[in-house]
């Protein structure tokens, strides 16, 4: 079975583009959530979407948007990109249950800003 | 604030030991854990997960703890072996809403032959 795909794998912008990165989630999961992680640290919350509607958001600024398609996968936007948006921007999607399930990562894309 | 964090930052072991990596919380509010491993240029991979009305959960080589007492969880890893090298996370979630984890920094685990 696929796991969650991510697309591109590598990335590279300068100072003030935008870019969207691509995420699907393994067949069945209704929920995704993105992720940054900069070098040397955990992974810091961004956005979780479910049935296309956002669940949560984390502390990013408006610059950062996110969205689901009627086939659960997602894209995240990043607009007007700053040097310290350099990182690997992680998709994550998980069943969502009665009970809290495990999130499932894919493999990132790794965003470097010049 | 929420936090998790470790306790160590790099943990060395030799082939066949047990390890054990350490994580504080502090939220007393959440009520689910998750290990994750991540190797390099890859994303993190689930390892084991644990619901707070629980204090012990056992995979295949590993075993998570959790102690509310004391806001502390581990993870031990049997016979470990080269391929267990990698960064190990720990996660927590809070409130039952099971969309934002919170992750520590991770520890660095090394495996000599």
């Known amino acids: 079975d696929a796991g969650v795909t991510q697309s591109p794998t590598h990335l590279i912008k300068t100072r003030g583009q935008h870019v969207t990165l691509r995420c699907s989630p393994i067949s069945g999961h209704k929920s995704v959530s993105w992720y940054q992680q900069v070098l040397g640290q955990g992974p810091q919350f961004i956005f979780q979407y479910y049935e296309k509607e956002e669940r949560g958001r984390g502390n990013f600024p408006d610059r950062f948007s996110a969205r689901q398609f009627p086939n659960y996968s997602s894209e995240l936007n990043v607009n007007a990109l700053l040097l310290g948006d350099s990182a690997l921007y992680l998709c994550a999607s998980s069943f969502q249950g009665p009970t809290n399930q495990p999130q499932h990562f894919g493999d990132g894309t790794r965003l470097s800003i010049l | 604030g929420e936090s998790v964090g470790l306790h160590l930052p790099t943990l060395s072991v030799q082939e066949g030991d047990n390890s054990i990596i350490n994580c504080a919380y502090s939220?007393?509010?959440?009520?689910?854990f998750i290990w994750y491993k991540q190797e390099s240029g890859k994303g993190p991979q689930f390892i084991i997960d644990i619901r707070s009305n629980m204090d012990k959960r056992q995979g295949q080589r590993v075993t998570v703890l959790l102690n509310k007492t004391v806001k502390h969880l581990s993870l031990q890893i049997a016979a470990t072996q080269p391929g267990d090298s990698a960064v190990y996370f720990c996660?927590?979630?809070?409130?039952?809403?099971?969309?934002?984890?919170?992750f520590g920094k991770g520890t660095l685990l090394t495996v000599n032959p």
């Open positions: 996660a927590e979630n809070s409130g039952g809403s099971n969309y934002k984890l919170t």
């Open positions: 939220n007393s509010a959440s009520d689910y």
